[in-house]
């Protein structure tokens, strides 16, 4: 079974479906570790971590899908891509969307952002025309051939022009074949309520950002209200600068890390990365 069909079997079951967002092989396997079923990229992550820049659209396409493709072959349950706007028209989409197949990517972000994007709880976004994104998203779905890829369609409309345009997109998104969709910040419960209840049958993301424009409720109250899908994107990424942070901080002050406290010992670290396994693996072919 291909990854998107294990992504596909998720989205019917009746609970929301929890996802960390990552930006490494570490983050990935230290999700999948704590027994979550799917991990999802996050491109602000990846900009941030690779190139400590913004999510100003500083991260090229071969960048980007060489970082979650590595993430993908690090793990065994099913990745979702940030694959901010298919980096062009839909020729771009189709080229794209052929990579992230044969990464073997579970799902894929596509949104309708102009380039250079922007994260999507930054202020100043501007979008592309609702035809010509809804022209994007049917080339993704035509390209994807029969592996199951799920195309999640993500407006970030409802900054610039309002949450009826946004809604209006969502519709003209899901019309041209998108599995997923995704109103991205909205500003209040009373509007992730109306999205809820202006698509009804159609899995749906909240996108919950520490600090940013949508709503911080529980994942419980998100099902509740009809959504599928919440994301955590930035959660590790904040927790882990708070830690290194403090990390380099008290080794500056102290010269020793010998008093830190929380550091995983170098043993559970070598488990997680496999280090005994591929021991093993070496012996095998000594002579």
Not at 81 to 105: E, H, M, P
Not at 212 to 218: D, F, L
Request: charge should be negative; hydrophobic fraction near 45%.
């Amino acid at each position: 079974m291909s990854s998107g069909e294990k992504l596909r079997q998720l989205l019917t079951r009746p609970e929301i479906i929890i996802i960390p967002g990552v930006y490494d092989c570490l983050g990935a396997k230290l999700v999948e570790q704590q027994g979550f079923d799917v991990a999802a990229t996050s491109g602000f992550g990846i900009a941030a971590s690779t190139l400590g820049l913004p999510d100003y659209g500083f991260l090229t396409a071969t960048e980007n899908l060489y970082s979650v493709g590595r993430i993908a072959q690090s793990i065994n349950i099913p990745l979702i891509a940030d694959l901010d706007t298919g980096y062009g028209n839909a020729l771009n989409v189709i080229r794209t969307i052929k990579d992230a197949v044969q990464l073997g990517l579970a799902g894929v972000i596509l949104e309708d952002q102009e380039w250079p994007k922007k994260c999507g709880h930054f202020e100043g976004k501007r979008v592309i025309p609702m035809a010509e994104h809804a022209g994007k998203i049917r080339a993704a779905v035509e390209t994807r051939g029969d592996g199951g890829l799920v195309i999640i369609a993500r407006t970030d409309a409802r900054g610039p022009l309002g949450l009826e345009d946004a809604i209006a997109r969502g519709k003209a998104y899901i019309a041209a074949g998108a599995d997923v969709l995704f109103i991205e910040a909205p500003q209040s419960v009373a509007e992730l309520q109306i999205i809820a209840a202006t698509f009804p049958d159609i899995p749906l993301v909240a996108n919950i950002v520490e600090g940013g424009k949508t709503p911080e409720i529980s994942p419980a109250e998100l099902q509740n209200l009809g959504f599928k899908i919440v994301f955590f994107p930035l959660t590790a990424l904040l927790a882990v600068t708070q830690v290194m942070s403090n990390c380099f901080r008290h080794l500056k002050e102290q010269g020793t890390t010998a008093n830190f406290p929380g550091l995983v010992n170098f043993p559970d670290f070598q488990k997680l990365n496999g280090v005994p396994e591929y021991l093993q693996i070496e012996q095998k072919f000594k002579e």
